[in-house]
C-alpha cells in the first residue's frame, strides 16, 4: 500500500493509554487504578429492571431513534429534580450510546471544518479525537495548579477566543484533575459565549459526584438556554459503565442537529438498559447521597495514602480521580513513572500528560481512579507506601 491506511485526522491517536496500562496490569498482576469503571456493580434494583426489560421483550429489537419514551421522560424530570430545569421530553432529549458518542455527536453536528474549538486542558482523550474528526481545530486552555486545586484563567480563556472560534467544549466535574468549576467561573464562561455569540458543549457525566460543593449546569446560566448542548450518561452515576447510556439536552434545533449526527453513527443502542436506567434516575435522593458519601470517604483513603507515600495530592472536588505530583518523589516524567510503578509496587496509574496538547506541562502529574472496594485501595495504599524504600 502506497499510503497508512488511518487518515490524517486520526493519524496521532494510536491505542489508549487506557489499554496500554490495563494490558500492563494485567500482565504484571498489579493493582489497577489507572481506568475508572468500579469494581462492583450499581443497584441492585436497577440490574433487576434491565432483567425484566429483558424477559419482557423490552428494547431486543430497534428502540426509537432519540431513545425510548421512559428514558427520555425520566431524564427530563431529572433536570427539573436537580436543577429546575425544564426540557420537553419529546423534542430537547437524546439517549446515546454513552456519553463519547454524544459528545462526537455534537462535534460532528457543530463544527465545520476549520473553526476552532476550546476546550479545558487537561481533557478526556476522546475530545481530541472527537475534534479532528470533526475537522475543528483544537484551542486548549490549561487549568493550573493553584494550592491543593486546579483552577480555570478566565482571562486566558477569554483570550483564546478568536473570530474563528465556534465552540466551547467544557467538562465540570472535571476530568481527570477533579475540579470543580466555581459559580463565577461558570457565570464568567457564559457571558463570553453570550458575548461572543458561541455554542457551548457541557460534559456533566459526574454531576453527581461532588463533595462539598455544588454542581452547576452552565445551561441555567443567562442566555445559555439557546446555545448549550448539555451532555450526561448513567455509567458514572449508578457504577453501569458498561451499558454505555448517555443522553442530551438542550433546545430543540441543537438537539435535533446532534440527532443527525447520532442516528449515523450507532442509530440505536442499549434497547432494555434504556428502560433500567430510566428506573435508577428516579431513585430517592437517599441512594445519590449515598453513592456520594462513599465515594468520599474512597477519596479520602486513597488521598491521605498518596499524602503518606510522598506524593503531592490535588483532593478532588469532583468525580472518582485523584491528580497528584510526582516531584517530591524525585520524578519529573509521568510517562517512565507510570510504566515502571507496577513492578516497583504493583500499582497501575495513568500519565495526565496524555490528557495534555501542551504535554510538558502535564509531565509531572499522575492520575489515580478510587471507585474500587476499600480493601482493593487499602492494599494499594501499602503498595504505594514502599514506594520510597524502592
Given amino acids: 500500500m502506497g499510503r497508512p491506511p488511518l487518515n490524517r485526522r486520526l493519524a496521532a491517536f494510536g491505542t489508549t493509554i487506557f489499554a496500554e496500562m490495563s494490558a500492563l496490569a494485567v500482565r504484571t498482576g498489579a493493582i489497577n487504578l489507572g481506568q475508572g469503571f468500579p469494581d462492583t456493580d450499581g443497584p441492585e434494583e436497577v440490574r433487576e429492571a434491565a432483567v425484566r426489560a429483558l424477559r419482557d421483550g423490552r428494547g431486543n429489537q430497534y428502540p426509537p431513534g432519540p431513545g425510548v419514551p421512559e428514558l427520555r421522560a425520566a431524564v427530563a424530570e431529572h433536570q427539573r429534580r436537580w436543577y429546575g430545569l425544564g426540557f420537553d421530553a419529546d423534542s430537547e432529549v437524546l439517549i446515546t450510546a454513552g456519553a463519547t458518542e454524544a459528545i462526537a455527536a455534537s462535534l460532528l453536528a457543530l463544527v465545520e471544518p476549520g473553526d476552532e474549538v476550546v ?63 466555581t459559580h463565577d467561573e461558570l ?159 504493583g500499582v497501575v496509574a495513568v500519565p495526565n500528560a496524555v490528557f495534555y496538547d501542551h504535554q510538558d506541562q502535564g509531565s509531572p502529574f499522575v492520575r489515580f481512579a478510587f471507585c474500587k472496594r476499600d480493601e482493593v485501595l487499602t492494599d494499594a495504599v501499602a503498595r504505594l507506601k514502599t514506594l520510597g524504600a524502592g
Fill in 119 to 181: 476546550a479545558l486542558e487537561p481533557y478526556y482523550d476522546s475530545y481530541a479525537a472527537c475534534i479532528a474528526m470533526a475537522g475543528g481545530v483544537r484551542v486548549p486552555v490549561t487549568l493550573r495548579p493553584d494550592g491543593d486545586t486546579f483552577r480555570l484563567d478566565l482571562d486566558e480563556l477569554r483570550a483564546a477566543v478568536t473570530d474563528r472560534t465556534r465552540l466551547i467544549l467544557l467538562n465540570t466535574p472535571h476530568n481527570p484533575t477533579g475540579t470543580v468549576l
Fill in 187 to 345: 457565570a464568567a464562561v457564559a457571558e463570553l459565549a453570550v458575548e461572543r455569540d458561541l455554542l457551548v458543549v457541557t460534559d456533566e457525566v459526574y454531576e453527581h459526584l461532588v463533595f462539598g460543593t455544588a454542581h452547576t449546569p452552565l445551561v441555567s446560566f443567562p442566555g445559555m438556554r439557546e446555545r448549550t448542548v448539555t451532555i450526561s450518561s448513567s455509567g458514572k452515576t449508578f457504577s453501569f459503565t458498561g451499558w454505555k447510556v448517555g443522553w442530551v439536552t438542550g433546545a430543540p434545533e441543537l438537539v435535533t442537529a446532534v440527532r443527525s449526527a447520532k442516528q449515523y453513527l450507532t442509530y440505536v443502542s442499549a434497547g432494555p438498559f434504556q428502560y433500567a436506567v430510566a428506573e435508577a434516575l428516579r431513585l430517592p435522593d437517599a441512594y445519590f447521597h449515598g453513592i456520594r458519601e462513599d465515594l468520599r470517604a474512597k477519596r479520602d483513603l486513597l488521598a491521605d495514602g498518596l499524602t503518606d507515600a510522598g506524593f503531592q495530592v490535588f483532593r478532588p472536588s469532583g468525580t472518582y480521580f485523584i491528580t497528584t505530583d510526582i516531584r517530591p518523589l524525585g520524578e519529573t516524567d509521568g510517562f517512565a513513572f507510570c510504566r515502571s510503578l507496577p513492578e516497583r509496587c
